[in-house]
């Protein structure tokens, strides 16, 4: 008795189906970059944040050119008002390079103002900037305490600069104020600042640490000769 050759049954549906691939996941597109720094300027105001964030990024990779500079460093500024953490960062990373005196009041504005992270990036910027306009913005911040360390590093830096926004916190309310002004001199105080150390050498000054303070800054500059 022979079998009967039983026919090959149909393929396993599982190896072959008529339904086309699914299509391959795309990829969200990043913003186009920028062809000019006229360009990026314009993005810079774009309601999309990717557009805005690779525009400032790729603002800080470029050169500053006189003809172009202060129209970045104020769009870049502006900037500074973006609630986002990210776009704020990126923007005052280029204004490193970027910023110029044509900024410093929308700067000096926004430094009282700023808080924690913020400002410290902001007092970096005022330090590299070195500008009268900035100092005069720091300087009143060293009535706060916990600041204080970060505004002295910042009044330092800025130097000479920074004289004359010192020299106002000698009429401070507050001795510490004052002391810590004779201290900034010392190390950036010329002989225009003489004569405002000499009023609290008088009996107008009731504290005998600024006026051991004062007699100390005047000594260091006149042994300066400058």
């Given at each position: 008795?022979?079998?009967?050759?039983?026919?090959?049954?149909?393929?396993?549906?599982?190896?072959?189906?008529?339904?086309?691939?699914?299509?391959?996941?795309?990829?969200?597109?990043?913003?186009?970059?920028?062809?000019?720094?006229?360009d990026?300027?314009?993005?810079?105001?774009?309601?999309?944040?990717?557009?805005?964030?690779?525009?400032?990024?790729?603002?800080?990779?470029?050169?500053?050119?006189?003809?172009?500079?202060?129209?970045?460093?104020?769009?870049?500024?502006?900037?500074?008002?973006?609630?986002?953490?990210?776009?704020?960062?990126?923007?005052?990373?280029?204004?490193?390079?970027?910023?110029?005196?044509?900024?410093?009041?929308?700067?000096?504005?926004?430094?009282?103002?700023?808080?924690?992270d913020?400002?410290?990036?902001?007092?970096?910027?005022?330090?590299?900037?070195?500008?009268?306009?900035?100092?005069?913005?720091?300087?009143?911040?060293?009535?706060?305490?916990?600041?204080r360390?970060?505004?002295?590093?910042?009044?330092?830096?800025?130097?000479?600069?920074?004289?004359?926004?010192?020299?106002?916190?000698?009429?401070?309310?507050?001795?510490?104020?004052?002391?810590?002004?004779?201290?900034?001199?010392?190390?950036?105080?010329?002989?225009?600042?003489?004569?405002?150390?000499?009023?609290?050498?008088?009996?107008?000054?009731?504290?005998?640490?600024?006026?051991?303070?004062?007699?100390?800054?005047?000594?260091?500059?006149?042994?300066?000769?400058?």
């Amino acid at each position: 008795f022979r079998s009967a050759s039983v026919p090959p049954g149909p393929p396993d549906a599982a190896l072959k189906s008529n339904d086309p691939p699914a299509p391959a996941p795309v990829p969200i597109p990043a913003s186009p970059t920028p062809d000019s720094v006229a360009d990026a300027v314009t993005r810079l105001k774009h309601p999309d944040w990717n557009t805005r964030y690779q525009s400032t990024v790729w603002l800080d990779k470029q050169k500053p050119a006189a003809d172009n500079r202060a129209a970045v460093a104020g769009a870049l500024a502006d900037l500074l008002a973006d609630n986002d953490v990210a776009i704020h960062t990126a923007a005052l990373t280029a204004l490193h390079h970027w910023a110029d005196a044509s900024v410093d009041q929308t700067l000096a504005a926004k430094i009282p103002e700023s808080k924690g992270d913020a400002r410290h990036e902001l007092l970096d910027l005022a330090a590299t900037l070195k500008t009268p306009a900035l100092a005069e913005a720091v300087a009143p911040l060293l009535a706060d305490a916990d600041e204080r360390l970060w505004t002295r590093r910042c009044l330092l830096a800025m130097g000479a600069a920074a004289e004359k926004a010192v020299d106002g916190q000698l009429e401070n309310e507050d001795p510490a104020i004052r002391r810590e002004a004779c201290h900034l001199l010392e190390t950036i105080g010329t002989r225009a600042s003489i004569p405002a150390l000499k009023a609290h050498l008088r009996v107008t000054e009731k504290d005998d640490s600024v006026q051991s303070a004062a007699t100390v800054a005047i000594a260091i500059i006149q042994s300066r000769g400058k």
